[in-house]
């Protein structure tokens, strides 16, 4: 994966919490995906949440996409962190918003400040946990009745690695997520399996419904960038 300039502020927000904000850029043109066929200056803004219990992987799959960075020993997030990412499809440029929300029950509570307005969620298991399964059909469910409408929502069984430990079949996996009109796809933060694939599917998504809708509770801003190009961009 290709990175580019790398910089780094401390974010404070609402909760007292600290965070820790990423700004990469990466091309991922090398990957197996159709061509989209929109205008060269087209750019969408995303807010993009992910949500699963303690111990699924969640900051891990960003850190893997963002960085290419992987850690056996990572810490719990406390609240959330925030992460922006710039992801260049071959006719459009995308720029993920990314809310990393911690995965404790004492956290719960907090979680609907982060996922309000996102135009794209991330639910992630565990496929060596059962218990993180049915958690991730909770917080499906609760998007469905709380989150937009228009929502562009992935299921992702992370930590592909551990099929010696598997409990959660992937056409368990894969039937709910059928069910419910969900992307699906299997994952592994440590080997890289298949993370670059999940954003870019969630870009390619965006992208070919964006701005020809507009989503109830989001905020699309048409503005004007260097060169002539246009920003959509969706807030809170």
Request: charged share 20%; glycine share 8%; proline share 3%.
């Amino acid at each position: 994966m290709a990175a580019g300039a790398n910089t780094q502020s401390s974010i404070n927000v609402t909760g007292g919490f600290n965070f820790q904000a990423e700004n990469l850029t990466v091309g991922l043109h090398n990957l197996p995906f159709q061509r989209l066929n929109l205008p060269e200056e087209e750019n969408l803004q995303v807010k993009l949440v992910l949500l699963g219990d303690m111990g699924t992987g969640k900051t891990s799959i960003v850190l893997r996409f963002i960085k290419g960075q992987y850690f056996d020993c990572q810490e719990s997030t406390i609240g959330a962190a925030f992460f922006s990412q710039i992801l260049s499809l071959n006719d459009a440029t995308v720029k993920f918003d990314i809310w990393d929300t911690a995965g404790q029950e004492r956290y719960h509570s907090l979680a609907p400040m982060y996922y309000r307005g996102a135009a794209a969620a991330i639910v992630v298991y565990d496929i060596s946990s059962t218990d993180s399964f049915t958690r991730a059909k909770r917080w499906v469910e609760e998007l469905q009745r709380q989150g937009n409408p228009y929502l562009v929502m992935a299921l992702v069984g992370n930590k592909a690695d551990l099929e010696t430990k598997r409990k959660v079949e992937a056409e368990e996996g894969m039937q709910y997520a059928e069910e419910n009109g969900l992307y699906f796809l299997e994952t592994s933060a440590k080997t890289a399996q298949n993370i670059n694939e999940l954003f870019y599917e969630m870009a390619t998504r965006l992208v070919k419904i964006w701005p020809s809708r507009n989503p109830s509770g989001m905020n699309l801003n048409n503005q004007s960038l260097d060169g002539g190009r246009r920003r959509f961009c969706c807030s809170i």
